[in-house]
Each structure stands twice: as structure tokens, then as C-alpha cells.
């Protein structure tokens, strides 16, 4: 089946740890995104990638780095320097719409609930 | 398990018109409940968001939600829509509060299309 594959479901960070969260997409999307949701409120745009070897800085790059040396793959790394990493991280991929009124289609991942020891 | 379903894949509508978009999940307990808004050229933003209290919740650009918790719903409103409100809309539901139970599960969108 076509999707996206995010792992862990639940991550655990010592103090000083980096993690990586894994971002697994085989839907041939040119176009990658990460974004951290947050209790009371909305999800807000870490980085994303528009195509391979690229990615750009969202809202709240600080504290995270990302790679996308394949299409199918776009881990992001929770670093040291992230003090506040607790929160709910979820991936989206997306397509260009052929036709239509908006450019691309989102499609979501799971989700991965990292929290802090 | 948890689920978001959002009927309307593609709307339809003239300028000045009314909207209604239906979101409906499944998990009985309790819930937060969001619509995101999705632009041309854009990114996600909030549109708004249920957390307590009042069931009818006001959001930016003149839309509301209400949700009803007897039908498991959040449908998303607006008495007159623009050409501006062109974009794509997803509803998304966090079942639990903390921990474990933070997980956000998005709808499949609703792209509305306004005509001048």
C-alpha cells in the first residue's frame, strides 16, 4: 500500500540526546514537510523540502536538522539545542494537482509522540 | 480506531454563497477539534480549534465550526464565502490529552472552489 511511514510512534530523549525521527514516503511525492503540533495549539512548519538535495527552514527550524538525500526519505533530527522537544511530530509529503485550484494535495503520516526522560 | 472523515472531496461554489464543510470522527472520548486551512502556494495555517466550553467556535476570516458532540461533528462554516476563500480544507482531531495520547489524525481535505 501507498503512503507515508513515520517511526517511531513514541520516541524518548535524555537531556542532551539528539534523536532522529524517521519519515518514510513511496508515493513518488516530490515535496516533503515536518511540522510539530503542540498542546493548545495549532501545528506550525519546522523545514521542508520541495525537491531532492533541497529543504528549506519553516516557522521554527531552531533546535532541528533535516537531510533528503533520497526521495523516498526525509529524517529530521530533534538536537540538543531543541529545549522544548516534548510535542507531537507529524510528516506530509505532497503531489501537484493536475488541474484545480490549489497546487498540491497533502497527504500525512501517523505521527511520532516524542517526550522527554 | 481513530478516525477523521471528511465527505466533501471537492465543493463548488459562486461568490457570495453560504459553506458548509462536514467533519466527522470517531472516538468516544475526549477530543480536541481543528480545521486547517490550506492556500495556494501556502502552507498549513490554523483556521480554528475546540478545546472546551462554548461548542461554536469562531475562527479568522469569518468562519466558525460547531461542534456537536451527540454526532461526533465539527463542520466548518461561513455565511458568504470570497474568491480568497479558495484553498484546500482539512479537519484534524487530537483523541487525549498528553503523553501517549497526543496523536493528530487529519482528514483526507475538502478543496473548495469559489467562483467570481
Known amino acids: 500500500d501507498g503512503g507515508i511511514t513515520q517511526s517511531p510512534k513514541y520516541l524518548f530523549r535524555k537531556e542532551g540526546q539528539n534523536v532522529t525521527l524517521s519519515c518514510e514516503q513511496n508515493l513518488n511525492h516530490d515535496a516533503m514537510y515536518w511540522y510539530r503540533q503542540d498542546p493548545g495549539q495549532g501545528l506550525r512548519l519546522i523545514y521542508y523540502s520541495q525537491i531532492v538535495n533541497d529543504f528549506q527552514k519553516g516557522d521554527i527550524a531552531e533546535g532541528y536538522s533535516v537531510s533528503r538525500e533520497k526521495k523516498e526519505s526525509f529524517p529530521l533530527t530533534v538536537t540538543s539545542a531543541q529545549k522544548n522537544p516534548t510535542a507531537f511530530y507529524l510528516c506530509?509529503?505532497?503531489?501537484?494537482?493536475?488541474?484545480?485550484?490549489?497546487?498540491?494535495?497533502?497527504?500525512f503520516g501517523s505521527g511520532t509522540q516524542l517526550s522527554v526522560l | 480506531a481513530q478516525s477523521v472523515s471528511q465527505h466533501n472531496h471537492h465543493v463548488i461554489l459562486s461568490e457570495a454563497a453560504s459553506l458548509e464543510l462536514g467533519c466527522n470522527y470517531s472516538y468516544g472520548g475526549t477530543v480536541n477539534l481543528f480545521w486547517y486551512v490550506q492556500y495556494p502556494g501556502q502552507h498549513l495555517q490554523l483556521l480554528l480549534k475546540y478545546f472546551s466550553g462554548d461548542p461554536l467556535v469562531k475562527g479568522i476570516k469569518g468562519f466558525e465550526a460547531e461542534f456537536i458532540k451527540s454526532k461526533f461533528s465539527f463542520n466548518l462554516r461561513k455565511p458568504s464565502v470570497q474568491w480568497s476563500d479558495t484553498a484546500e480544507y482539512f479537519c484534524?482531531?487530537?483523541?487525549?490529552?498528553?503523553?501517549?495520547?497526543?496523536?493528530?489524525?487529519f482528514g483526507t481535505g475538502t478543496l473548495l472552489a469559489v467562483q467570481p
Open positions: 506530509a509529503s505532497s503531489i501537484p494537482r493536475t488541474g484545480g485550484t490549489t497546487k498540491e494535495k497533502l497527504f
Open positions: 484534524a482531531v487530537r483523541a487525549g490529552y498528553g503523553g501517549a495520547t497526543n496523536k493528530l489524525i
